[in-house]
């Protein structure tokens, strides 16, 4: 799922995924055995500099979910794009 709103020179963004694994016959050498499912979040803001230029800056979590326990992550982006 995507969401974007734009006001210039600002768009703010929103990303969010979800999957589950449907084959619970994969199972890793882990202590954790095999993912059953996954999700993951995206948001952020891009400041428009000028026509070509963007700065960023985005949180990102995610999450992992085992047969016996979670892994989650936080973290920030930030990030210059140019588009031609």
């Known amino acids: ?3 974007a709103w734009t006001v210039a020179p600002f768009t703010v963004r929103a990303i ?3 999957t589950y694994n449907l ?3 994969a ?3 882990a202590a954790f055995l095999g993912p059953t499912a996954a999700f993951l979040a995206r948001a952020g803001l891009q400041v ?3 026509r ?3 700065i960023e800056l985005d949180y990102v979590g995610d999450g992992i979910r085992f047969e016996h326990a979670w892994r989650v992550a936080h973290g920030a982006v930030m990030g210059f794009s140019r588009s031609f």
């Open 1 to 3: 799922m995507r969401a």
């Open 16 to 18: 969010a995924g979800y």
């Open 23 to 25: 084959d619970k016959q």
């Open 27 to 29: 199972r890793g050498d």
């Open 48 to 50: 428009r500099l000028t």
């Open 52 to 54: 070509s230029y963007a």
